[in-house]
Protein backbone atom coordinates (compact mmCIF):
# COMPACT_ATOMS: atom_id res chain seq x y z
CA UNK A 1 0.00 0.00 0.00
CA UNK A 2 1.24 3.22 -0.86
CA UNK A 3 1.92 6.39 1.70
CA UNK A 4 0.87 8.71 -1.26
CA UNK A 5 -2.16 10.51 -1.11
CA UNK A 6 -5.33 10.06 -3.45
CA UNK A 7 -4.32 11.96 -6.44
CA UNK A 8 -7.40 14.14 -6.03
CA UNK A 9 -7.03 15.13 -2.54
CA UNK A 10 -4.58 17.94 -2.15
CA UNK A 11 -1.92 18.05 1.22
CA UNK A 12 -3.54 18.93 4.41
CA UNK A 13 -1.60 20.72 7.35
CA UNK A 14 -2.98 20.48 11.14
CA UNK A 15 -1.22 23.33 13.25
CA UNK A 16 -1.05 22.70 16.53
CA UNK A 17 -0.59 25.81 18.78
CA UNK A 18 2.08 24.64 20.90
CA UNK A 19 2.72 27.75 23.26
CA UNK A 20 -0.69 27.04 24.34
CA UNK A 21 -1.23 27.71 28.59
CA UNK A 22 -4.76 26.86 28.50
CA UNK A 23 -5.08 30.87 30.59
CA UNK A 24 -2.80 28.98 33.54
CA UNK A 25 0.84 28.97 35.24
CA UNK A 26 3.62 27.18 33.94
CA UNK A 27 3.20 23.25 34.58
CA UNK A 28 5.77 22.55 37.22
CA UNK A 29 7.03 20.14 34.40
CA UNK A 30 7.70 22.77 32.65
CA UNK A 31 6.02 21.71 29.42
CA UNK A 32 3.25 23.88 28.05
CA UNK A 33 -0.20 22.15 27.18
CA UNK A 34 0.00 22.91 23.38
CA UNK A 35 3.45 21.49 23.10
CA UNK A 36 2.14 18.00 24.63
CA UNK A 37 -0.92 18.19 22.52
CA UNK A 38 1.41 18.19 19.76
CA UNK A 39 3.74 15.24 20.57
CA UNK A 40 0.66 13.28 21.77
CA UNK A 41 -0.82 13.75 18.43
CA UNK A 42 2.58 12.74 16.98
CA UNK A 43 2.49 9.44 17.72
CA UNK A 44 -0.69 8.58 15.81
CA UNK A 45 -0.50 7.37 12.04
CA UNK A 46 -2.18 10.30 9.79
CA UNK A 47 -3.07 9.73 6.54
CA UNK A 48 -0.81 10.18 3.85
CA UNK A 49 -1.30 13.41 2.80
CA UNK A 50 -1.73 15.46 5.97
CA UNK A 51 1.30 16.83 7.81
CA UNK A 52 1.37 17.93 11.82
CA UNK A 53 3.15 21.30 12.10
CA UNK A 54 4.10 23.10 15.49
CA UNK A 55 3.14 26.97 15.25
CA UNK A 56 4.08 29.08 17.88
CA UNK A 57 0.72 30.66 18.63
CA UNK A 58 -2.97 31.02 16.88
CA UNK A 59 -3.61 33.55 19.31
CA UNK A 60 -6.89 31.66 20.87
CA UNK A 61 -5.46 31.45 24.75
CA UNK A 62 -8.56 31.75 25.98
CA UNK A 63 -10.52 28.38 24.06
CA UNK A 64 -7.55 26.25 25.60
CA UNK A 65 -5.54 24.41 23.19
CA UNK A 66 -6.14 25.16 19.76
CA UNK A 67 -5.62 23.13 16.45
CA UNK A 68 -5.73 24.29 12.82
CA UNK A 69 -6.69 22.77 9.92
CA UNK A 70 -6.34 23.57 6.17
CA UNK A 71 -5.31 22.14 2.97
CA UNK A 72 -4.80 23.69 -1.07
CA UNK A 73 -6.82 26.48 -2.64
CA UNK A 74 -10.02 24.62 -2.43
CA UNK A 75 -10.55 23.29 0.94
CA UNK A 76 -12.17 25.55 3.97
CA UNK A 77 -9.91 26.29 6.96
CA UNK A 78 -11.25 25.49 10.40
CA UNK A 79 -9.37 26.40 14.08
CA UNK A 80 -10.95 24.44 16.87
CA UNK A 81 -10.33 24.84 20.29
CA UNK A 82 -10.49 23.59 24.27
CA UNK A 83 -9.01 20.70 23.61
CA UNK A 84 -6.76 18.94 26.48
CA UNK A 85 -3.40 16.79 26.41
CA UNK A 86 -3.68 13.90 27.68
CA UNK A 87 -7.00 13.27 26.48
CA UNK A 88 -7.36 14.43 23.07
CA UNK A 89 -5.35 13.39 20.87
CA UNK A 90 -7.00 10.48 19.46
CA UNK A 91 -9.82 13.04 18.74
CA UNK A 92 -7.75 15.30 16.92
CA UNK A 93 -6.87 12.68 14.67
CA UNK A 94 -10.16 10.95 13.90
CA UNK A 95 -11.35 14.80 12.81
CA UNK A 96 -8.40 15.50 10.49
CA UNK A 97 -8.86 12.34 8.84
CA UNK A 98 -12.40 12.69 8.67
CA UNK A 99 -11.04 16.72 6.59
CA UNK A 100 -8.17 15.19 4.69
CA UNK A 101 -10.63 12.79 2.82
CA UNK A 102 -12.61 15.48 1.94
CA UNK A 103 -12.11 17.68 -1.64
CA UNK A 104 -13.91 21.17 0.13
CA UNK A 105 -13.09 20.68 3.97
CA UNK A 106 -16.43 20.26 4.36
CA UNK A 107 -16.82 17.47 7.21
CA UNK A 108 -21.27 16.55 6.82
CA UNK A 109 -22.37 18.03 10.44
CA UNK A 110 -23.08 14.75 11.68
CA UNK A 111 -20.30 12.84 10.74
CA UNK A 112 -18.17 15.41 12.94
CA UNK A 113 -17.55 14.45 16.89
CA UNK A 114 -19.35 16.79 19.35
CA UNK A 115 -16.58 18.27 20.24
CA UNK A 116 -15.91 19.29 16.96
CA UNK A 117 -19.71 20.57 16.24
CA UNK A 118 -19.26 22.91 19.61
CA UNK A 119 -15.47 24.01 19.50
CA UNK A 120 -15.01 25.33 16.04
CA UNK A 121 -13.40 29.08 16.73
CA UNK A 122 -13.40 30.24 13.08
CA UNK A 123 -14.06 29.06 9.84
CA UNK A 124 -12.06 30.12 6.49
CA UNK A 125 -13.45 30.28 3.03
CA UNK A 126 -10.74 28.61 0.90
CA UNK A 127 -8.99 31.25 -1.85
CA UNK A 128 -10.63 29.67 -4.50
CA UNK A 129 -14.20 30.28 -3.11
Known amino acids: MSDL ?18 EAEMPENGVR ?5 HAEIAKHKM ?7 AVECLSNCSSGCSVAVRGGDKRWTYVYGNF ?6 QLVVDGITKYAAT ?12 HFRKNCIARIPPQEF
Request: hydrophobic residues 40%; aromatic residues 2%.
Open 33 to 37: PGTAL
Open 84 to 89: IEGRDA
Open 103 to 114: ADGLVPWRERSD
Open 47 to 53: PANVTLK
Open 5 to 22: PPPNLAPVEVLVCVKCLR
